[in-house]
């Protein structure tokens, strides 16, 4: 083989692994801070930190060498975040990562300088954090986890109205105080009365209150459950999950973290690959990409988990066809 064919080759090896020896050693040759603000508890969080990291590691960046992460945990509480951002602001990162719509909107106020990765349910327009999608214009880009809020609420009303083909009458836990929730609570109605449901509203404000929830079910007479997607829930869900499966009521949520935890099913955006998402944008970032010119991006994917082992517990019979639908099963 001639030497020139030799290098050429080498060339389209090393483009095929997606960053160049010339990328990797501008990452590793600058010590950057990154500050992290994430809604959850520190454990509820632990697979999209790590996914988070390792996309890191793949860019090149090794903490203690040429990045250090600061991180910061609302424990599910939207009051507590815009404190933890006052506090992640004064580190002066060189980028701030904020997941939640509380997140977003706490470091959109605490700072218009420092560049900021979101990740948010609501629309970045509408919500004020960009011009538009394609141009932020301003110090935050980041990804929004919805897409369109009206088609993911409904989707899953629709995957649990197929599972329970005989639901009529649904309750649905949210957080009224949490902006996430926010986003899906005015969408709620409409989605369900196209689908023949009728609402009975839980409202849940702190994790004390999950204690008086089965009672509240029960006295409404449900058939099924549509869990809110607020960060509180989200970092209780292990506690959520043992509620409703005392109750044997088929019940629908945002995150596959939920089925993981023992919930019936999830239908939503993978929150680990949007974490890794976001590194890839921080990396442009650190690299001297400017957030005004980077564009917000939707989720790679969408996926119906399925939790088998939760139907036969409560002794609920999932078609054949539907399970078709799901892209995992847990069995």
Known sequence: ??????????????????????????????????????????????????????????????????VTMEFRFG?????????????????????LVAGSQSGALAVHNATRTIPIVTMT????????????????????????????????????????????????????IVNPDDPTDHVQIPRLPAAARALGLAL??????????????????????VQGLFVGQSPLFNSARAQIAAIVAQLKLPAVYGFREFADAGGLMSYGPNLPDMYRQAARQVDRILKGASPAEIPFELPTRYELIVNLKTAKA??????????????????
Do not use: C
């Open 1 to 66: 083989m001639k030497r020139r064919e030799f290098i050429t080759l080498l060339g389209g090896a090393a483009a095929a692994h997606g960053w160049s020896i010339a990328a990797r050693a501008q990452a590793s040759s600058v010590h950057s801070l990154i500050g992290m603000l994430s809604p959850l508890s520190a454990r509820a969080a632990t697979r999209n930190v790590a996914a988070f990291r390792s996309a890191l590691r793949d860019l090149g960046y090794v903490e203690g060498r040429n």
């Open 75 to 95: 424990d599910g509480v939207a009051e507590r975040m815009a404190p933890l951002a006052y506090d992640l602001v004064t580190l002066k990162p060189d980028v």
């Open 121 to 172: 349910p609501a629309d970045p327009v509408v919500s004020g954090f960009a011009r538009s999608l394609a141009k932020p214009g301003g110090n935050i880009t980041g990804l929004w986890l919805l897409g369109s809020e009206d088609a993911v609420v409904g989707k899953r009303l629709d995957f649990l109205k197929l599972a329970v083909p005989g639901l009529a009458r649904l309750a649905v």
């Open 200 to 221: 009975e509203v839980i409202e849940v404000r702190d994790a004390s209150e999950l204690d008086r929830v089965s009672a509240e079910i029960i006295r409404a007479e």
């Open 314 to 331: 409560m002794g609920l019979a999932i078609s054949d066809s539907f399970l078709l639908l799901a892209d995992e099963v847990i069995e």
